[in-house]
């Protein structure tokens, strides 16, 4: 019962490390470049979604909405000034770009939103699905699932699904995908390049921005200086499912988000060692298939 | 027109080198008597003579080799403790630290060696996150090893290296001269290690990996002792940081640490012998600059790396000739465009 | 072209930057309010130097939280004291400088503030790492660092310059397990949940020790880094242990994430806490999940403007935008006592202030009594606070632990 709970816990979070992923997964897949500034869009996610709650009041979709547009707009910034003039340079040329740009968002918003920590509203207050109960020993054992846990899951397994629909029935979708596969051959069949990197980035960061009001509101509190685990989580997820595969990210966000738990729950003083889990798990990934877990063969990495 | 300066540098390299070298000799002594806030500005340069050892171990990882590692922080933070612990707790501190010193540098090389062997097939991006793992595995395991490493409480006391009996050296100025002898000695052997065999195994992995391993080149081998090398004056700049600061803690080497040896590494120019002592200089005494910026220190650093990416990507001393500066950046310069065209005729 | 003007321009910043470095005291934080003419209505005889108070703390980087409000407290009192007549007439004036948290910059910072003498004395740092770094530095010039929030139980006792307002763990600790734990909750199963960093782990081993001595069960001792955000697996492991109350050692944004975190898991249990301090924050980030908290906490301000604390929380909040924190309180103190060590000293030295420092008596700030200990920190007396319909209320008094 201990373990179903801490795995349900897992998996909860691993979704929202797996939503994180998928946006970054589409980042890099399309733009082909790798960023350190996706935390920061995730945390400008999240203070939106706070700064919309108090002019607007307590409505969970429409700060989702606000946030994914936040974070596209974002995105569009960090496209023009560390992607677009670097696309055919030497990687790690817009890898500090990035890093640069990664500081420049986090400061200005410790200025301009100010230090301390602010809370989101509280959705749900506490409600919890019970699935199962049983009594051991004296001790009263359930396993549950908050009402937040639930909305959660299904905010990214909606998301999810969507973006699936999205890149294989429309035509913009075949676009991106066409983008993300080949450049110059995407151009030779008429592809507008240019736009459709600048609105595959956009897609990912707004999806970063929704992951991180619900990172927000699942740890009730956002901080200007989130965005650098965030980011650091996002990206191990994407490495380990393998680099441009979509499907891939999200099985390893919540791999990753499973792994923790797992180890928190059965290692002493495993909440310390939290982030050793995950990056081990990494390495040994990649040890065993240097490709990612996941990739499938012949992709370009 | 940096062309032109390069090119005048070139010619009287050697003057040119002897000059500089009397210059980083001689003006702290200077320093020391005249100007008013004196221990500050030697602390600086001190600093800088840290960030000169680690930036060029990290240069030879980088940009020697083409390897991506962002995870120096964790090198710095083994040679560190290495040091310190040998320091206090198994009494090497003041005259036997000498040995204590080449000891941290070697148990570095060894953590290199740890960290290469189950990366030898990754590239790129790939690597640059195992390294970043690493990195982090480290430190979380220092701050958490309460036994060894004193958990959270970090290693203080530190004592003082001794030099030929005189115990006072924690005083900028002779710690100065100390490090700047390790320096020397980085420099030579790097400059050393980079025109012999080796170091030319290494470039030629950098600029086309299959092309080296077609000619015989052991890439593995070659990549594993790279790392070792990075790692062991990594290690040995560690070290020496420990009995300069006198107090380590696992929190001085968190990933931004190692980012910051990234940017001066980039910034001054991978590649090149010269580039990461450039770059040093430069990140540490703008990051002073800024001071009176107050809150917005760090925004304008921020935007002078993006500028400096826009500008000059292979850093102010990078080498341009190699695949690691930008080619194909849209320049405004002709003579590259054309040059460019030419080559993708053929 | 452009690159030419480029590289011109580096160079001309690099030069800048050297010579700049040099002169920077010229660009101080000028705190004197303008009491020129309480100065010229006394004979205006001789040039009235300020006398000069250094403060080192994050103004940026990841703690600017706390940095800023060592900022605005400190501003505070020397204004407060500006405004009258100075110390023996001479008015107070911060230098504050940024050390980002990081032990680096704090030792430049250190080096800077030695080396001018016009620097009497150093409010500062933040974290345990940057003081305990630059004590080295501070030892050799004969400055006194006064740390308002370095817990490391090995910082004070470094050397005689180094002095902390924050309160030994030996105290706190052993006063949260017998007192709080033992006495006024009456816990019988505790769980311990602490940040792992050299405060942390010091108050809570000292708790721990303490509760066990008087026959609580500890049944889980769980820490976790600091900033972490998630603690729903560590919770569920804690709760497998059946604790009948939790104790929480960490800093007030933790403690709220947990409440909350605890609430939302369905899990009923009483929550204490050592070290947030009365902190409005829980409230504001805990809402209804914090009804009931308990913690221990050295000092208490009303938001009714009574007593001097609540006074000074006022004021500070309505400078700084965000709510008192224990921490800001302690820079605020730290300051007023090198003031008083100060207007005590005959002849303005460093030694001497640190002698009259070292054997201040009766000084009462905001956040209670202050006096050092021999090694340099101090043992304070706690209160117990809990929250009852979204505000603090205080529970036992300091006899309490008599």
């Not at chain 2, 960030?51 to 964790?74: D, K, M, R, T």
């Not at chain 2, 793992?133 to 090893?145: C, D, P």
């Not at chain 3, 009365?278 to 938001?303: D, H, K, R, W, Y």
Request: glycine share 10%.
């Amino acid at each position: 019962m201990y373990v179903l709970q801490q795995l349900l816990n897992g998996i909860c979070q691993g979704s929202i490390y797996a939503l994180m992923a998928i946006g970054y997964a589409m980042i890099y897949g399309i733009v082909g470049l790798v960023t350190f500034t996706y935390g920061e869009i995730i945390m400008m996610g999240s203070f939106s979604a706070f700064y919309y709650f108090m002019a607007f009041g307590d409505n969970l979709v429409l700060s989702l909405i606000c946030g994914f547009a936040t974070a596209a707009l974002v995105g569009i910034v960090v496209h023009k000034v560390c992607y677009q003039r670097f696309l055919d340079a030497p990687r790690h040329i817009s890898l500090i770009c990035t890093i640069g740009m990664s500081m420049l968002i986090k400061n200005l918003a410790i200025i301009v939103f100010g230090s301390t920590m602010k809370g989101l509203p509280i959705f749900f207050e506490g409600k919890t699905l019970v699935l199962a109960e049983k009594t051991v020993e004296g001790f009263h054992q359930q396993l549950s699932l908050t009402y937040l846990q639930i909305v959660v899951i299904v905010t990214v397994i909606v998301l999810a699904i969507a973006l699936s629909l999205f890149l294989n029935k429309t035509r913009t979708g075949v676009r991106l995908r066409a983008v993300s596969q080949d450049r110059k051959a995407a151009a030779l069949v008429g592809v507008n390049v240019k736009n459709t990197t600048l609105l595959g980035n956009c897609i990912g960061c707004g999806f970063g921005g929704v992951a991180g009001i619900l990172l927000g509101l699942y740890y009730n509190s956002i901080i200007p200086t989130m965005g650098g685990a965030a980011g650091m989580k996002a990206f191990s997820s994407v490495v380990i499912g393998g680099l441009s595969n979509i499907p891939g990210a999200a099985l390893g966000g919540i791999s990753i988000g499973v792994i923790e738990n797992l180890g928190i729950a059965f290692i002493p003083n495993g909440s310390g060692y939290r982030d050793v889990f995950a990056f081990v798990f990494l390495i040994i990934a990649l040890v065993i298939k240097p490709e990612g877990l996941f990739a499938k063969r012949g992709n370009n990495a | 027109m940096m062309e032109k300066i390069k090119a005048f540098l070139k010619k009287y390299q050697l003057i040119v080198l002897i000059v500089v070298g009397i210059l980083f000799v001689v003006a702290p002594l200077i320093i020391n008597g005249t100007v008013k806030k004196s221990n500050y500005v030697i602390d600086i340069m001190v600093r800088i003579l840290f960030y000169i050892i680690f930036a060029s171990s990290l240069n030879v990882i980088n940009g020697y080799s083409g390897q991506f590692n962002i995870g120096h922080a964790g090198f710095m933070l083994i040679g560190s403790y290495t040091g310190a612990l040998l320091a206090t707790k198994l009494g090497m501190g003041g005259p036997w630290y000498w040995l204590a010193i080449p000891i941290a540098g070697l148990v570095t090389a060894l953590a290199g060696l740890l960290v290469a062997l189950p990366t030898l097939k990754l590239r790129g991006i790939y690597l640059a996150i195992v390294t970043l793992g690493f990195s982090e595995i480290i430190r979380i395991v220092a701050m958490n090893w309460t036994a060894v490493t004193n958990g959270p409480l970090g290693v203080k006391n530190i004592p003082k290296v001794w030099l030929f009996g005189i115990s006072k050296t924690s005083s900028p100025l002779v710690m100065y001269y100390i490090v700047f002898a390790f320096v020397i000695l980085c420099l030579y052997t790097t400059y050393k290690v980079i025109n012999s065999r080796v170091g030319r195994a290494w470039m030629s992995i950098r600029e086309d990996s299959a092309a080296s391993m077609s000619l015989g080149v052991e890439v593995g081998k070659y990549k594993a002792i790279n790392f070792m090398y990075g790692a062991f004056w990594a290690g040995i700049g560690g070290a020496l940081m420990a009995v300069y600061y006198r107090f380590i803690s696992a929190d001085m080497f968190i990933v931004d640490e190692g980012f910051n040896v990234l940017a001066m590494v980039i910034l001054g120019g991978q590649g090149t012998l010269v580039g990461p002592i450039i770059g040093a200089v430069m990140v540490n005494m703008i990051t002073e600059f800024f001071r009176f910026a107050d809150e917005f220190r760090l925004v304008f650093y921020a935007i002078l790396i993006i500028m400096m990416m826009w500008m000059r990507p292979q850093g102010l001393a990078g080498a341009s000739n190699s695949v690691l500066a930008g080619k194909q950046i849209k320049k405004n310069d002709k003579k590259k465009s054309k040059h460019a065209a030419k080559k993708e005729r053929v | 072209m452009k690159k030419t003007l480029f590289v011109l321009l580096l160079c001309v910043v690099l030069v800048g930057s050297l010579l700049v470095g040099c002169q920077k005291e010229e660009a101080p934080e000028v705190v004197d309010s303008s009491n020129t003419e309480a100065e010229e209505t006394e004979a205006p005889v001789e040039e009235v130097t300020p006398i000069k108070i250094g403060v080192a703390a994050p103004i940026t980087g990841n703690w600017a939280e706390y940095g800023l409000g060592f900022e605005v407290a400190t501003a505070m009192a020397a204004e407060e004291i500006n405004a009258e007549g100075g110390i023996n007439g001479r008015p107070v004036e911060l230098v504050v400088m940024d050390s980002k948290g990081d032990a680096k910059e704090a030792t430049a910072i250190a080096r800077q503030f030695a080396d001018d003498d016009e620097i009497l004395a150093v409010v500062g740092d933040f974290s345990s790492t940057c003081c305990m770094a630059t004590a080295p530095i501070y030892e050799e010039a004969g400055l006194v660092q006064i740390s308002p929030t370095a817990s490391n139980p090995d910082y004070a006792g470094l050397n005689d310059y180094m002095f902390g307002v924050m309160g030994v763990q030996s105290a706190e600790g052993p006063f949260v397990g017998e007192y709080l734990l033992g006495n006024y909750v009456g816990a019988e199963n505790v769980a311990v949940i602490y940040l792992n960093n050299d405060w942390g782990v010091a108050a809570s081993s000292y708790l721990i020790e303490t509760a066990k001595a008087k026959g609580i069960n500890i049944v889980a001792e769980e820490n976790h880094v600091d900033g972490e955000k998630d603690f729903t697996a560590l919770l569920t492991k804690v709760q497998q242990s059946n604790p009948d109350t939790i104790c929480l050692v960490t800093f007030y944004n933790e403690c709220a994430i947990i409440a909350n975190q605890i609430a939302q898991m369905d899990w009923d249990v009483q929550i204490t806490a050592l070290g947030p301090g009365a902190s409005e924050q829980i409230i504001e980030l805990g809402g209804e999940n914090v009804e009931g908290f308990l913690t221990s906490t050295p000092f208490f301000a009303t938001n009714d403007g009574e007593s001097a604390a609540s006074a000074f929380k006022t004021e500070f909040e309505s400078r700084a935008g965000f709510t008192l924190n224990v921490h800001s309180a302690c820079a605020y103190d730290a300051l007023n006592m090198v003031a008083n060590a100060m207007a005590n000293t005959d002849e303005l030295t460093r030694d001497n202030i640190r002698d009259e420092l070292a054997g201040l008596k009766g000084f009462v700030g905001v956040t209670g009594p202050i006096e050092f200990q021999p090694a340099g920190d101090i043992v304070r007396k706690y209160l117990i606070v809990g929250i009852e319909n979204g505000e603090w209320v205080i529970k036992t008094d300091y006899s309490y632990a008599e």
